[in-house]
């Protein structure tokens, strides 16, 4: 045990970096780095073992049954069209407004979020059905994808969120309280993107002209086309914040709903539920990949002590509360320009989770701040995987040209994870209020 | 689409139903006052089949997440070499994991585990997720091997 000091700690992580940054998996990354520290730490026999365990723990964990069903569930709507019937329903409820096919992209996104948990897929899906219209009606470039893009990082944070999934596996918290606390959050986001949206259009009206106001007919054949997949959302999360099931078994009412749903619009068959499978499948096996990763990685940097270490230097800073958290923050956003968001998430939460801890805030806190850090990676260069998923929807519209569109959203991100900070509430009110 | 992998998908699927399945007839009879016992067992059985098919599924696919800001700028021979080191290192750790487990499962051979409601027999549990992990690292050699495929 000579070398579980919190420099061995250390050299892991700086390694692991450089191993992410090289392109190395990063499950393995992670996986490899943790396996090599607990070899030279505790010997090759535990080391082995230990990885054992945490690999049959991992794949036999009840909860984890929340990720691929939720996954399941969201291919499923895919096969449905779900996101072209999402955006339709909001754009006839608001397109007419000036402006309101940018409000609807973010109804739409926050709707297409509500039933998958990326930003990613988010930003992609909605952006195939919502850019070719908003340009359509002669929406400025920048405007619309930008609006996209940002209104895609809304997947990652409206419950079910992939992301608050794997937080909670590795930081062993509820899921249930992560997406309960993550509701307000979620929503203040959706309202702080139509505020940016009301500001851009009053300050250049023609980067969003008003088109024509859709009928009451009209509108309510478009809600009806959605009505069953917000009732089955609404009992999801609804469920999941009442406390009526928990995550797993809300995931399983998704997933059988869904099928009914599938069935019900008669695009059930077997091709579709092929497709179904194999997607939900290389996905959950892409994430597993990297929990399992992250999890023995977890191992390593708490044997080594590395996080008391980095607790007792920031503890001895005497910084304060605020401070404290601006500083997680700026360190986030810094990794976040060179790590994508899983990478983000699994190489901090170990070092950065006891910090925060130390400072009074609590696990769910940090799971909804991280989230955000994360979901603001999204959009911002030179990572910004939105901006890129846009740009292959828009091919003939610069990343530049993105980036100028995204800058007043990624201004409303940072003003949001501030109050965040300011007013931990925002994100733990709602778990206390339902007592879950 | 190979007969193999058709084979694993529909597997991985059909697990994926069953959890869907299992655990909403759960919640439904929970409410009716007609508990499922044993749900929780019968749902990590799943989890487990789906879960390492899932592992073997995203191997053979190539779509482990990656952060791609130095590779994307790579020419193409070094993105080659980097995958097939990469591909190199993911069987190294896998096999690393197939160790542990298969001596985790050999101490507890003998033991007959068994879950607690339904009598889930851990052992032939362990031993298909330890095919599974055994193929992913054949999976993964030959993709240090010959390259991945495009």
Not at chain 1, 68 to 95: E, I, T, W, Y
Not at chain 1, 258 to 267: E, M, N, Q, V
Not at chain 1, 341 to 352: D, N, R
């Amino acid at each position: 045990m000579m070398l579980a000091t919190p420099e061995t700690g250390l050299i892991g992580v700086l390694i692991l970096f450089a191993l992410l940054l090289a392109g190395l998996p990063i499950g393995v990354a992670l996986g490899l780095v943790g396996m090599s520290g607990l070899v030279l730490v505790l010997g090759l026999e535990p080391a082995l073992i230990k990885g054992g365990v945490v690999l049959v723990d991992t794949l036999t964990r009840y909860e984890l049954g929340t990720l691929p069903l939720f996954m399941f569930m969201a291919h499923l709507f895919f096969s449905s069209n779900a996101s072209r019937d999402l955006f339709d329903a909001a754009a006839k409820m608001v397109g007419h407004r000036r402006g309101g096919l940018a409000y609807a992209s973010v109804g739409g996104c926050a709707g297409f979020g509500a039933i998958n948990g990326s930003s990613l897929a988010t930003a992609a899906t909605i952006g195939l059905v919502a850019l070719p219209e908003m340009r359509k009606r002669g929406y400025s470039d920048a405007l619309a994808t930008g609006t996209v893009a940002a209104g895609g990082t809304l997947g990652q944070m409206i419950p079910p969120s992939g992301a608050l999934i794997v937080f909670g596996i590795i930081a062993e918290q509820s899921i249930g309280k992560l997406f309960t606390a993550a509701i307000v959050p979620g929503i203040t986001q959706a309202l702080l993107y139509c505020l940016v949206i009301w500001i851009v259009v009053r300050l250049r009206p023609n980067a969003a002209p008003a088109s024509e106001r859709a009928t009451w007919a009209e509108r309510r054949a478009a809600l009806g086309k959605i009505a069953d997949m917000v009732l089955l959302i609404a009992l999801v999360i609804g469920g999941i914040a009442l406390g009526w099931f928990s995550p797993s078994e809300a995931a399983s009412i998704g997933a059988a709903g869904a099928l009914a749903i599938a069935a019900w619009r008669k695009r059930l068959n077997r091709d579709m539920l092929m497709k179904a499978f194999e997607e939900t499948l290389r996905t959950s096996g892409l994430i597993l990949m990297v929990i399992i990763g992250a999890l023995v990685f977890s191992v390593f940097i708490s044997v080594t002590g590395v996080t008391d270490a980095v607790g007792a230097w920031v503890t001895g800073l005497a910084l304060g509360t605020v401070p404290t958290l601006l500083l997680v923050a700026l360190i986030l956003l810094l990794l976040g320009s060179v790590l994508d968001g899983l990478a983000l998430m699994l190489l901090t939460t170990p070092i950065l989770l006891p910090v925060v801890e130390s400072v009074g805030m609590s696990a769910i806190w940090f799971g909804i701040f991280l989230c955000r850090a994360m979901e603001i990676g999204f959009v911002h260069p030179p990572l910004g995987m939105n901006l890129y998923v846009i740009q292959g929807v828009a091919k003939d519209v610069s990343i530049n040209r993105i980036f100028k569109g995204v800058m007043p959203f990624l201004a409303s991100d940072l003003f949001h994870l501030l109050i965040i900070i300011l007013f931990p509430a925002l994100a733990l009110g709602l778990p206390e209020l339902l007592g879950n | 689409m190979s007969a193999l992998r058709k084979s694993v998908t529909l597997i991985g699927g059909i697990a994926l139903l069953a959890a869907t399945g299992i655990d909403a007839i759960a919640v439904i009879g929970r409410n009716l006052g007609l508990p499922l016992r044993g749900s929780i067992e019968l749902v990590q059985v799943a989890v487990l089949v789906a879960g390492s098919l899932a592992l073997l599924v995203a191997t053979v696919d190539n779509s482990h997440a990656k952060v791609h800001l130095l590779v994307d700028r790579m020419s193409d021979a070094a993105r080659a070499m980097l995958d097939r080191i990469s591909a190199l290192l993911g069987a190294l750790f896998f096999a690393a994991l197939l160790i542990g487990s298969l001596w985790l499962m050999a101490d507890l051979w003998t033991g007959h585990e068994q879950s607690e409601i339904v009598g889930v027999s851990w052992r032939a549990m362990r031993l298909f997720a330890n095919i599974v992990f055994a193929a992913i690292v054949v999976a993964l050699l030959g993709q240090a091997i010959r390259g991945k495929r495009p």
